[in-house]
């Protein structure tokens, strides 16, 4: 079993319409991240959160610390926003956990 | 948060042959990470790797294949030793910030041919 599951693995969405990617982990965390990949394999950072909500733009993240989930939220999505969507976890003591990613598609 | 420059981005080797991956970071980091990202895969950690001193391997990965050398706090290079079409991948490397998080570098694509 990963210690970081995200859900769903693939996701095609219209233009505009509002997105969400879901993560679960079992493991306690120190912070927990939220990044975007593009087709020419460059890495984003979108966010770190250790606790509440944070809003870039378009995007939210969330996390809620007793249930050790967190969900991203795209809303009025665009086709620039097609990527790998990859959750990652730190824990005390350096460890870090990668999810799998979420591959989105936005259609036009 | 921490600016990475990763070279080569790209490159095309012959099987058996063995190439150098740079990271150099604009500020002195503790944490710095090499990764390999295998066609429609996530991201596999291969190694931490520790100014000074060996770099830590992680299950699977060994030093003979994938040394590392970590001479300051600014600077990282990965090797991949005798090449086999099952090494084409991209690698990258990242650091930590706290705080910040995680910065990557642009990646290396390899393919071995």
């Known amino acids: 079993k990963n210690e970081v599951e995200q859900s769903p693995q693939n996701l095609t969405a219209q233009e505009g319409e509002f997105i969400t990617i879901n993560c679960s982990y079992s493991?306690?965390?120190?912070?927990l991240h939220w990044l975007q990949q593009h087709p020419g394999g460059g890495i984003v950072s979108l966010f770190m959160?250790?606790?509440g909500k944070k809003k870039h733009g378009r995007l939210i993240a969330t996390i809620n610390i007793q249930e050790k989930h967190s969900s991203l939220h795209i809303t009025a999505s665009h086709p620039r926003d097609s990527a790998v969507y990859i959750c990652?976890?730190?824990?005390?003591?350096?460890?870090?956990?990668f999810g799998t990613g979420t591959s989105l598609t936005v259609i036009p | 948060s921490a600016v990475i420059s990763q070279k080569p981005s790209r490159d095309i080797c012959q099987r058996g042959t063995s190439l150098t991956i740079q990271c150099q970071v604009d500020?002195?980091?503790?944490?710095m990470f090499w990764y390999r990202q295998q066609p429609g895969q996530s991201l596999t950690l291969i190694a931490t790797?520790?100014?000074?001193?060996?770099?830590?391997?992680e299950s699977g990965f060994v030093i003979d294949k994938f040394p590392i050398s970590r001479p300051n706090l600014t600077f990282s290079t990965l090797t991949v030793s005798n090449m086999s079409p099952e090494d084409s991948s991209i690698y990258l490397c990242?650091?930590?910030?706290?705080?910040?998080?995680?910065?990557f570098g642009s990646g290396t694509r390899l393919t071995v041919v």
């Open positions: 493991v306690g965390i120190s912070a």
């Open positions: 500020s002195q980091v503790t944490m």
């Open positions: 790797a520790n100014q000074g001193s060996e770099a830590t391997y």
């Open positions: 959160l250790s606790s």
């Open positions: 990242s650091v930590w910030t706290d705080g910040y998080g995680y910065t």
């Open positions: 990652a976890v730190k824990r005390a003591g350096n460890q870090f956990y």
